[in-house]
Nanobody, 126 residues
Framework: VQLQASGGGLVQAGGSLRLSCVAS????????VAWFRQPPGKEREFVAA????????SYAEAMRGRFTISRDNAKNTVFLQMNSLKPEDTAVYYC????????????????????WGQGTEVTVSS
């Protein structure tokens, strides 16, 4: 499957953005999906994940309560709603997907995802 992420941009601290990731396959509802990010000069880190058919979500602690992952299976799309953005949220955001079921404790491991989008850049100014 091919993933196309979009929605990044420049926003002031406290603002919101919604990222989208469109998949090329109509069976996308059966995929586990996730968002990761890579801040400038740092390693990639987990943001949020959702199991197939919406059966469970997981968030990194720093994003819990501010970010929401959701999906529209009819449009083969996964979203990341980001509110109350902070300068430290500045990063390139990547969507990822896996055909396999992933147990909750493993959702945050990037190696569990076979498919990755190209990334969309988010810059939060102070």
């Amino acid at each position: 499957v091919q993933l196309q992420a979009s929605g990044g941009g420049l926003v002031q601290a406290g603002g919101s953005l919604r990222l989208s990731c469109v998949a090329s396959e109509s069976t996308f509802s059966s995929y586990t999906v996730a968002w990761f990010r890579q801040p400038p000069g740092k390693e990639r880190e987990f943001v949020a994940a959702m199991k197939a058919r919406g059966f469970g979500t997981s968030y990194a602690e720093a994003m819990r309560g501010r970010f929401t992952i959701s999906r529209d299976n009819a449009k083969n799309t996964v979203f990341l709603q980001m509110n109350s953005l902070k300068p430290e949220d500045t990063a390139v955001y990547y969507c990822a997907a896996s055909r396999r079921g992933i147990i909750t404790s493993e959702l945050r491991r990037g190696n569990n995802y076979e498919f990755w989008g190209q990334g969309t850049e988010v810059t939060v100014s102070s």
